[in-house]
């Protein structure tokens, strides 16, 4: 890879800027100042410095954020603020997609990353990887929701849900965990189920729990956490 665009992912900079820092003397590689930005390197064996700063490259990233309300799931929007706004700079590597959508009004366990391979194994429909939330709803719930839910509800007569767990908490609050994930899939079933939505969070997916993330914090998966996305 040549070092400009080595420079440029992994600081997430334009290629100018990567090649302004090469020419300022800033860079080194094993332990040798370069000042060519052409210059091919090994991204995994040679050890390039900034700053006297050892780069650490990883081909890959993996990202929990804990959305919060009021921020689109998208990578770019003209008019609303989008998740991506919310991802430190030192994170934000090319290519990054968001890992399953939150309406905007939705908070809580979000996954970024730049791996294909990961993403679709966890958004491909027929993974059926399943998907916690914590609801909180207005009006009373029918009776046998809990059953129905079970069963597999239909939504606009155009699917059926996979069998679900609805798990009441209160008279106003349950979890719900789904199979799938179809655009207001939450909003719909318990419309079906005579409520409405008026808080959504997101908490658990497959066996990865939202940490204890402040609201729009993010961090990087731990290897423990990657694996239990996989089992
Ligand atoms: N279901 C919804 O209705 N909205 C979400 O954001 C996620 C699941």
Redesign the pocket.
Known sequence: MRLDKYLADILNLSRTDAKKIIKQKKVSVNEEISTNTNLIIDEINDIIKVDNIKMEYKKYIYLMLNKPRGYLSATFDKSDHTVIELIPNNFKMKDLSIVGR??KD?EGLLLLSNDGSFIHNLTSPKKHISKK?YVEYSGTLKENACELVKEGINIDNEYTTLPGLLEPINNNSAYITIYE?KF?????MFEYLNTK?TY?K?VKIGNLELSNLKMGETKELTNEELEKLKG
């Open positions: 939150l309406d939705t939330y994930g207001h899939q939450v909003k719909k939505v959504l997101r």
